[in-house]
Each structure stands twice: as C-alpha cells, then as structure tokens.
C-alpha cells in the first residue's frame, strides 16, 4: 500500500494531518493504517524526554515503525508514518523499503514557527505528552529538513496549520503514478547458500578493507573490486563512516537475501548510492 511519510518537528501537527488524511482516503473507499512513533513509545514504556535523550532506544522504536510499515505495505491502501522522522538517512530507509515492496510514497512536511509549535507544546493538556524546553530545543536542533529534490523525499508536499492539506494531489501521487523501479541493490533474490551470512560478512569486509587500506595509501581514481564487474572512486570519506555503511548493507542483506555471487556487485553499488547522498 502507498505510504505517506508525515515529518516535523515537535508539535507541528502531523498528528492532526493524519488524522485527517485518514478520514479522506477512508472516504475514498481505501483502507487506512496509521503507524503512531507516539504509541510505539508508550507501549515500549519510555517517558517521551528520556526517550529523545537515549539513541538506543530510538533505534530500537525506528526499527519497530519501519517493520511494521514493511509489513503493512501492499498496492491497493495506504499507510501513514506519524513521526519525527527527523533523519534524512531514515527517510531514505524507508524509500528503499517502498521501492522494493513497488509501491508509491509521499512527504508531508508539516512546518511551523518554532515558537508557535513550542507555545502549543505548552498548551497541551496531558503533562505527560509535553516535551522539556531542552528538550524541544534538541530536537529542533537535529532535524533535517526535506527536500523535494531528493528522490526519496519527493513528492514533497509542505503545509502550515493555516493551510489546508493539496488532498486530490496526494492522492494522485499515490494512485495515479507508477511506482520507482527497483535496482539490484534493493530486489530480493532466493537465498542460494547455507553458509550466505559467513560469506556476506567474508566479502563486504574484505571490499571494505580494500577501500581503506587505498584511502590510507593515498590511492587516486577508480579501484577495481575483486569479484565484481563494479569499480569506484576511493571515497574522500572516514574509516568510520565505511564501517558504518558495511553494518547498514549487512543488516539489510539479511532481510533481503541475493545470490552470493551477486554480494560484491549489490555492495559496491550500495557504498556508491550512499556516499553520493553524505
């Protein structure tokens, strides 16, 4: 089902614009879920400050809200994602998600003057749902806008509190468009050895070895990849960043198994893709 990926900061009123847009397409004859990072974190027992202040823990409930829209994702109906969804590399998480389940998305970017959102922060009835001045001044301070320019943020649809909502637009970005093709590096592939996680770890750590010991001689220009008709740049980036990417490929791999003469391939198209968006 197309998703809506609804993103702000605190308080802005994307709570309200799912709820709203959930009526819509109901009247629409679709079938609406909408995934709460809010009740995700009360089930899970967190005070909401405490929360924002641990990174595991957000970890743990980012992981929770892309599982289940993974899980809910179909052609026909919609999901919206009412969170933060502060994160660029987050937001792109979530597109690869679409992409390869070939279904359609959109952003909502719910903006506001930080004042007004902090002055209806204040106005809140329920203490328990108010965020501290640090805070909100925290969050703030961490989130990175979208930008329709970006593949995985677009169609951006930008809406105030005094605006309404482009609902036909939405709409049409949903269901009238084709959905993006899936590349090699988010299709699914059987899984065609026992020993596939062995090899997965074998091979992008020996690709990622190769890219930092060339970064440390000061190699320049393309680098052909044992095993793979892919070459690249040595990246102008850090040892840490490269390991970091390794983990993220590996934890997605296991999800979405490929053929294990296709790893160093899909990999280094990965590093690629990533590196381009840093």
């Keep these: ?20 847009l959930k009526l819509f397409f109901e009247e629409q004859g679709k079938q609406v879920h909408i995934i709460s990072e809010c009740d995700q974190i009360g089930k899970a027992g967190f005070d909401k400050n405490d929360f924002y202040a641990d990174s595991n823990k957000e970890k743990h409930i980012r ?16 999901v919206i994602l009412d969170a933060l969804n502060y994160i660029k590399g987050y937001r792109y998480e979530l597109f690869c998600g679409t992409k390869t389940n070939r279904s ?3 952003t909502i970017h719910t903006e506001i003057n930080r004042e007004q959102a902090w002055t209806f922060n204040e106005n809140r009835p329920n203490v328990q749902e108010k965020y501290n001045r640090a805070m909100f001044d925290a969050l703030v301070m ?3 806008d979208p930008d329709g320019k970006n593949r995985w943020d677009s169609p951006l649809f930008t809406v105030y509190p005094e605006t309404d909502i482009d609902k036909p637009a939405i709409y049409s970005s949903l269901f009238k468009k084709a959905p993006p093709k899936p590349n090699l590096s988010t299709q ?4 065609s050895s026992t020993n596939y ?5 074998r091979i992008t750590k020996s690709i990622t070895d190769l890219l930092i010991a060339a970064k440390n001689n000061g190699t320049e220009g393309q680098l052909a990849v044992p095993g ?5 740049d040595v990246p102008q980036v850090s040892v840490h960043q490269l390991v ?3 983990r993220q490929y590996i934890t997605y791999s296991k999800m979405h198994t490929p053929d294990v003469d296709r790893i160093p391939d899909l990999f280094v198209q990965y590093l690629r893709t990533s590196l381009q968006q840093s």
């Design 197 to 201: 996680l062995y090899d997965l770890d």
């Design 1 to 20: 089902m197309p998703l809506i990926i609804l993103t702000g900061v605190p308080c802005s009123g994307k709570t309200t614009r799912a709820d709203e």
């Design 142 to 144: 961490r989130y990175e």
């Design 244 to 246: 970091l990417l390794r």
């Design 228 to 232: 793979s008709t892919e070459s690249m």
């Design 63 to 78: 992981g929770l809200l892309k599982s289940e829209m993974l899980k809910l994702i179909s052609p026909a109906n919609v």
């Design 104 to 106: 359609t998305q959109c």
């Design 188 to 191: 699914n592939a059987p899984l």
